[in-house]
């Protein structure tokens, strides 16, 4: 079955314990991404990347960091979590050869920083 | 630059009728994807349904379809004898020609009355 998988869903974690929400893609896109998602803003872009070692800063950047070592990996990373990076947060993926192909998510983490 | 507004955080219909949600967009890009995600109470992100920028006819999936008026730079999804299971948020989002992003609307929460 083609999927995002995404772990863990549901997190709960202290303020300055580095954690890694891991996301791994089946379907060899070349395009991967993580948002987060807090009521009333919709979904903003975390980090993309376009390609095995191509990452670039989305939206809201700040206190997270990605890798993209293998195609189908793409990792979030919070080294000093805070606070205000409780969330939900989506990993999505996307080929990047066709206008139409909307995103793949998967299934959600919801991040509490306490 | 690029944007997408959906102006209605919540709102009601009931059982069988018909409702919209608006989605307008902002780009300067000529070639660019629309597309419609459900969001249910579980958290998940689910593909609605495409309208590419070039596309003559509205885009239907089922019950659903997509008012697209690209002049007025708008494209609204219209669900078609509404469900209880059609509770849920509702996203619209946008990817420009450029694919390194999908921009997303704060979203509609929809709620289908008995």
């Known amino acids: 079955e083609a999927q995002v998988t995404q772990n863990p869903r549901y997190l709960i974690t202290v303020t300055g314990k580095k954690l890694t929400v891991t996301c791994s893609q089946n379907m060899n896109h070349e395009y991967m991404s993580w948002y987060r998602q807090d009521p009333g803003l919709g979904l903003r872009q975390i980090y993309y990347s376009m390609n095995v070692e191509v990452t670039d800063k989305g939206d809201v950047p700040e206190g997270y960091k990605v890798s993209r070592k293998e195609k189908r990996n793409f990792p979030l990373i919070l080294e000093s979590p805070s606070p205000n990076q409780t969330s939900l947060y989506f990993c999505?993926?996307?080929?990047?050869?066709?206008?139409?192909?909307?995103?793949?998510f998967g299934s959600g983490t919801r991040l509490t920083v306490v | 630059a690029q944007k997408i507004t959906q102006t209605q955080p919540g709102m009601f219909v009931q059982e069988k009728e018909a409702v919209t949600l608006d989605c307008t967009y902002d780009t300067s890009d000529q070639s660019y994807g629309l597309f419609w995600y459900k969001q249910p109470s579980s958290g998940e992100m689910i593909f609605l349904i495409y309208?590419?920028?070039?596309?003559?006819q509205n885009a239907t999936e089922g019950r659903y379809s997509l008012n697209f008026q690209k002049a007025r730079k708008s494209a609204n999804l219209v669900i078609s004898a509404s469900q209880l299971g059609d509770s849920a948020m509702y996203f619209c989002?946008?990817?420009?020609?450029?694919?390194?992003?999908?921009?997303f609307g704060s979203g509609t929460k929809l709620n289908v009355k008995p």
């Open positions: 309208q590419g920028s070039y596309d003559e």
């Open positions: 999505a993926s996307s080929t990047a050869g066709s206008l139409d192909y909307g995103y793949t």
């Open positions: 989002a946008m990817r420009p020609y450029n694919f390194n992003k999908f921009y």
